[in-house]
Structure formats: structure tokens, C-alpha cells
């Protein structure tokens, strides 16, 4: 008699460490990949504040300053390629959504991320729909697939307000072309 060995369903956990894996795979360097991990779960984890310093408490509370540093490094200063990412993330996800239903819909958004300063590119004051009102904020455009089950961002765009786009020393300052 062949005993049969019963497959256990990974925990989410796990699940989540192999997608975090599998997207992270292109990222080029370990340390890379390893802080880009590391701040995908930072924005998981409980907490009103998702900038980096916060998150980095949050991750590694021993080390703050030095998770803080590989974290910024990460997000902000680390050459990688974002359209990689996004196809990394679409190969990873579009199965699963494809298990419910062929994609039928195309869905161009918009998303407003309040912010308190006014440093972060594209910040100004404008409309935001996450508070209902004008304030400062980024606002990035997305482009969507979906079905009746589930929807998949796919492309993401940072949208620059006219005084960002007007301003050349602001933009250089800020390494936006």
C-alpha cells in the first residue's frame, strides 16, 4: 500500500515570503532586495505612519537608524527598474485573478496619498479623494485590469502638479527630469 502524503497549504506567511521572493528576485542586489522586502512589510504592519523612519521602529527596533538608512536607500536613491517590478508583481498575480474570470475591464484612477510637508515630488495643494477635499498631497494615475472578482494595478504614473512641472530648480533638486 502507497501511503499518500497530504500537502499542507503554506501559511500566509510563507505565501507572502515567496511573492515578496518572486518580485523582489529582479531587484539586482541582496542588500536591494533584502530592504525591499523589508519595507513591503513595513507596510503591513500595524501603524498610522507608513513613511520610512517609522516603519523602520517598527521593523527593526534596535537598529532605527541604520534600517531607516537601507529602507530610504531602497526607495529613494537605489537605480532600479519599476516597469521590472510591475511585471514581476503581474506574472505573480494575474494567474490568480485569471482563476476567476478572463480580465474584462481596463480601469484608468486616480490616487491621492496625503502628506503633512510640502517636499515629496509632486506634493501640493489639490485634490484629494482619500479626504474629500483639497490639501496637499501626491496624486499618481494608475491603469488597471480586472474582473468581476478582483482588479490588478498594472501601471502607475506620479502625476506633477503645474508647480512642480513649471519649476526646473525644484525638479533638479528633487532628481526629477
Keep these: 500500500m502507497v501511503e499518500r502524503q497530504t500537502r499542507r497549504p503554506r501559511t500566509g506567511e510563507a505565501r507572502f515570503a515567496a511573492y515578496l521572493g518572486a518580485i523582489t528576485a529582479g531587484l539586482g542586489d541582496v542588500r536591494r532586495a533584502a530592504s525591499a522586502r523589508a519595507y513591503c512589510t513595513?507596510?503591513?504592519?500595524?501603524?498610522?505612519?507608513?513613511?520610512?523612519e517609522p516603519m523602520a521602529?517598527?521593523?527593526?527596533?534596535?537598529?532605527?537608524?541604520?534600517k531607516h538608512q537601507s529602507l530610504h536607500h531602497v526607495?529613494?536613491?537605489?537605480?532600479?527598474?519599476?516597469?521590472?517590478?510591475?511585471?514581476?508583481?503581474?506574472?505573480?498575480?494575474?494567474?490568480?485573478?485569471?482563476?476567476?474570470?478572463?480580465?474584462?475591464?481596463?480601469?484608468?484612477?486616480?490616487?491621492?496619498f496625503p502628506k503633512q510637508g510640502t517636499h515629496s515630488v509632486g506634493?501640493?495643494?489639490?485634490?484629494?479623494?482619500?479626504?474629500?477635499?483639497q490639501d496637499?498631497?501626491?496624486?499618481?494615475?494608475?491603469?488597471?485590469v480586472a474582473n468581476d472578482q478582483a482588479?490588478?494595478?498594472?501601471?502607475?504614473r506620479l502625476y506633477l502638479p503645474?508647480?512642480?512641472?513649471?519649476?526646473?530648480?525644484?525638479?533638479?533638486?528633487a532628481e526629477v527630469p
Design 123 to 133: 506634493v501640493a495643494r489639490q485634490y484629494c479623494g482619500q479626504l474629500g477635499k
Design 75 to 112: 526607495v529613494a536613491k537605489a537605480a532600479w527598474d519599476d516597469a521590472a517590478l510591475l511585471r514581476a508583481v503581474r506574472e505573480q498575480v494575474l494567474p490568480a485573478i485569471e482563476r476567476h474570470g478572463l480580465v474584462r475591464y481596463w480601469i484608468v484612477d486616480d490616487t491621492g
Design 136 to 144: 496637499n498631497c501626491q496624486v499618481a494615475v494608475s491603469l488597471s
Design 57 to 66: 521602529a517598527r521593523i527593526e527596533p534596535a537598529r532605527v537608524q541604520a
Design 162 to 173: 503645474e508647480a512642480w512641472a513649471a519649476d526646473p530648480v525644484r525638479r533638479a533638486k
Design 151 to 156: 482588479s490588478l494595478p498594472i501601471a502607475y
Design 42 to 52: 513595513g507596510l503591513l504592519l500595524p501603524g498610522e505612519r507608513k513613511s520610512v
